[in-house]
């Protein structure tokens, strides 16, 4: 049980283009979504939390226009990186919790971000 | 905020050896949780652990939540290559949403 969906796994686009990263809890109910970003070697760095219906509280730091959050039902959450530049490569992580109050973060697979 | 220190940040030991890795914290939680991440995957929860003293294990594997609700240590026993990855640390307060997770721990296993 607890199964995170990411999509897609790679992405490789051209500088100036969006892309869209889907997270789906697959057998649970996601109340609060999670998106962090991952550089080599280092650990995860929260973007921001969403819940379902409300607006997502981002980090310190992490522009809202640039990447925008959408959690629009209890089962999927989508991230959008606007107009990507080679500086937002990266690894891009969703985690989802909710099914039960007290439920761990379950993290999907990553997408791996490339912009040329 | 919150945070962590997760040690060591990286060991490099060999096949059938045991495995410690420790997490602390200044201020109390209420969960703690250890996943293991495969390059190029997502972390993976391992255990999960919701009272202070308490000592679970999953296989190999032995976790326990420090009774100061500060810390908590993750043991890897009769450590196999595919053991290799980095293993995170994560306190959470319950209804608090997100998890505060520590920097990893790199496991590296010579067969």
């Known amino acids: 049980g607890a199964v995170v969906s990411q999509h897609p796994s790679w992405v490789i686009c051209k500088s100036g283009t969006s892309v869209k990263i889907e997270c789906r809890s697959l057998?649970?109910?996601?109340?609060?979504m999670f998106w962090y970003r991952q550089f080599p070697k280092q650990s995860l760095m929260l973007m921001a939390t969403?819940?379902?219906?409300?607006?997502?509280?981002?980090e310190q730091g992490v522009e809202k226009d640039k990447f925008l959050i959408n959690h629009a039902s209890l089962t999927l959450s989508t991230l959008t990186v606007t107009s990507a530049h080679p500086e937002d490569s990266s690894f891009y992580i969703c985690?989802?919790?909710?099914?039960?109050?007290?439920?761990?973060?379950?993290f999907g697979d990553g997408t791996r971000l490339s912009i040329l | 905020g919150q945070q962590l220190n997760q040690s060591p940040q990286s060991m490099f030991i060999q096949e059938g050896e045991d495995v410690s890795m420790n997490c602390t914290s200044s201020s109390i939680f209420n969960t703690w949780l250890w996943y293991k991440q495969d390059p190029g995957e997502g972390p993976v929860l391992l255990i999960a652990?919701?009272?202070?003293?308490e000592l679970t294990s999953n296989g190999r594997l032995t976790a326990q939540f420090g009774i100061t609700r500060k810390d908590s240590f993750l043991n890897i026993s009769a450590s196999i290559p595919s053991d290799v990855g980095i293993y995170f640390c994560?306190?959470?307060?319950?209804?608090?949403?997100?998890?505060?997770f520590g920097d990893g721990t790199t496991l590296t296993v010579k067969p």
């Open positions: 057998d649970f109910q996601a109340t609060t």
């Open positions: 652990l919701y009272k202070a003293g």
């Open positions: 994560a306190g959470r307060n319950t209804n608090a949403g997100k998890s505060t």
């Open positions: 969403s819940n379902e219906g409300s607006k997502a509280t981002y």
């Open positions: 985690s989802a919790s909710g099914g039960y109050s007290n439920q761990p973060q379950h």
